[in-house]
């Protein structure tokens, strides 16, 4: 039974034990772990505005009925 190789989607580079999968679906090595490193295209922005709405819905009060 052969185990799949990983290779860092940057530099080409064989991966270990220590593969690193983000967000944006690639495997880095060590050294393009990094958001910043790796050029990544993912909103980390509107995905953590998309968290904090579903999160934390909007409260309405009930409204009261006039007598």
């Known amino acids: 039974m052969r185990r799949e190789v990983n290779w860092c989607s940057k ?3 064989k991966l270990g034990l220590i593969g690193f999968r983000y967000r944006c679906g690639n495997m ?3 050294n393009h ?3 910043d490193r790796h050029e990544c295209r993912f ?3 509107a995905a953590g505005r ?3 709405a579903k999160e934390n819905p909007v409260v309405k009060p009930a409204r009261i009925l006039k007598v």
């Open 11 to 13: 530099c080409k580079r």
């Open 28 to 30: 880095f090595c060590s």
């Open 33 to 35: 772990r990094y958001s």
């Open 43 to 45: 909103d980390y922005k």
């Open 50 to 52: 998309a968290m904090i």
